[in-house]
């Protein structure tokens, strides 16, 4: 696996584990009593950007070892057994 091949997978992991990450320990404007005016009662009161992008960096790392160590593995589909036509 290349360089360039091995950033592309993990920075697309990083920013679709990013979004699966966000709503999680998010209290809105609402569950903390203190709207804001002009703004929606669903917005986050306090976002923590930088514990965000630290877990999601720990989860993305995580299962990018397991992609490398899969794709290093020789494992293929055709070596998963399936149900097939009876």
């Known amino acids: 696996m290349s360089v360039p091949f091995a950033l592309a997978i993990y920075f697309m992991m990083w920013w679709i584990v990013l979004f699966a990450?966000?709503?999680f320990g998010?209290?809105?404007q609402a569950e903390e009593g203190e709207v804001v005016?002009?703004?929606?009662?669903?917005a986050p009161a306090r976002f923590r950007m930088l514990?965000?992008?630290?877990?999601?960096t720990i989860v993305t790392t995580v299962l990018f070892a397991g992609f490398?160590?899969?794709r290093q593995s020789g494992i293929t589909l055709?070596?998963?057994p399936l149900p097939g036509p009876r």
Do not use: K, N, Q, Y
């Open 21 to 23: 990450i966000l709503p």
């Open 26 to 28: 998010v209290r809105t």
């Open 37 to 42: 005016p002009g703004t929606e009662a669903s």
């Open 51 to 56: 514990r965000t992008a630290i877990w999601t």
């Open 68 to 70: 490398v160590w899969l």
């Open 78 to 80: 055709d070596d998963i």
